[in-house]
């Protein structure tokens, strides 16, 4: 397949196309913007080789996503560009309506007119795959909560949409227009929706590599309220391999939750990590010691836990790590690559950016 990732120089997007290079014969066509969080030197490997091509574009931008699809012809989109930090999303909303809603409407579009446009034997093979997030669903009961001898619930495909900040509200409403495409237009499109994601080439504004930084660095380890919030941690690399499961194997039509089996309270995340860096980065008293609670943000959602049982009996998919082998082969990832790090922090992964590809495409 050719295979047009979009938002590929982002975290998740970034390990998708790595998998792809580095574990099957497809080719891959990358799309991104490049804003803060978009990185090229996390596909640097990937960037090596012939079946992989960049182009610098903003997918609400129709004039240039038209030009992508008619000169690369793809055979398959993998839809991951999207504003993805939550608390950008309560500071500044627009973006993540603009991007999140606007742009996936102006791809479907003219994935959607591409699609029609094709001969029948690749109309009849090409794929649109969504990669959403849980937070779609709203929150979950609480163990500290639940009074039931009945299991905690679990999101499963079938779990009501209640969304709580803009960023996920933003997601929920490109989920709808996904579907609305393959019920209208009988488009052939699929939805995954996935835990917490946690692994290399992470932006540091997010919690695992936040707390990895800070604590090298002497500085507080912030920890939402009482840090009693619990997540489903999935590895991102796992999460790629699942992803591409599901634009290889997944039917038409059909949604999977993708987790990692690994519901953990934020305290415990980063006490875990605190315990491995006291190992690997002894100094004289424990990490922990720079765990400070802040006031918990507004719509906090108490937990998320996925039930990935759909995607593991009809897929075959199971996550490879653990939260102890991921988590540990994080840290180290973040103790081994300091220039990846240092060039976030400063800023040069920008320069370079605007170097070499502002206003290319």
């Known amino acids: 397949m050719k295979i047009l990732v979009t938002g590929g120089a982002g975290f998740i997007g970034s ?18 913007k490049l804003t803060y969080a978009g990185n090229l030197s996390s596909v640097a490997d990937a960037s090596t080789s012939d079946r992989y ?20 012809q793809p055979d398959a989109v993998m839809h991951l560009a999207a504003e993805s930090h939550v608390d950008r999303s309560i500071s500044g909303p627009g973006e993540f309506i603009e991007t999140n809603i606007t742009g996936t409407y102006v791809l479907l579009e003219t994935a959607r007119k591409y699609w029609m446009s094709l001969p029948e034997s690749r ?19 609480h ?3 639940w009074d039931s001898n009945e299991p905690l619930p679990l999101f499963t495909e079938k779990t009501s949409y209640a969304p709580s900040s803009p960023y996920s509200a933003s997601k929920a409403a490109s989920d709808h227009l996904v579907r609305a495409w393959q019920r209208t237009y009988n488009m052939p499109t699929i939805v995954t929706n996935c835990s917490n994601n946690y692994g290399p080439y992470h932006f540091p504004e997010k919690l695992i590599p936040l707390i990895i930084l800070n604590a090298l660095e002497g500085k507080n380890l912030p920890i939402y309220g009482e840090g009693d919030q619990i997540r489903d ?14 634009i290889s194997e997944g039917a038409i039509g059909e949604t999977y939750n993708i987790g990692g089996f690994n519901e953990k309270k934020n305290i415990e995340v980063v006490d875990t990590i605190c315990d491995i860096l006291d190992e690997l980065m002894p100094k004289e ?26 995607i593991n009996k009809e897929l075959n998919w199971l996550p490879n790590e653990t939260f102890q082998t991921g988590i540990r082969k994080t840290v180290e990832w973040y103790l081994s690559n300091t220039e990846w790090v240092n060039n976030i922090k ?8 605007a170097k070499n590809y502002t206003q290319r495409n």
């Open 15 to 32: 390990a998708v196309v790595r998998h792809i290079i580095e574990n099957t014969n497809d080719e891959v066509i990358n799309v991104d």
């Open 143 to 145: 163990p500290d909560e």
């Open 233 to 246: 941690w999935l590895y991102v690399e796992d999460h790629a391999c699942a992803l591409y499961k599901v």
């Open 123 to 141: 109309k009849n093979a090409f794929r649109f795959h969504h990669i959403s997030t849980d937070e779609v669903y709203g929150d979950l009961p």
């Open 53 to 72: 091509q960049f182009v610098q574009a903003d997918i609400c931008d129709k004039e240039a996503i038209d030009s992508i699809f008619e000169l690369h």
């Open 285 to 310: 008293t424990s990490y922990k010691s720079q765990i400070t609670y802040v006031a918990d943000r507004p719509g906090h959602d108490r937990r998320y836990a996925i039930d990935a049982s759909k």
């Open 346 to 353: 400063n800023g040069t992964y920008q320069d370079w950016i």
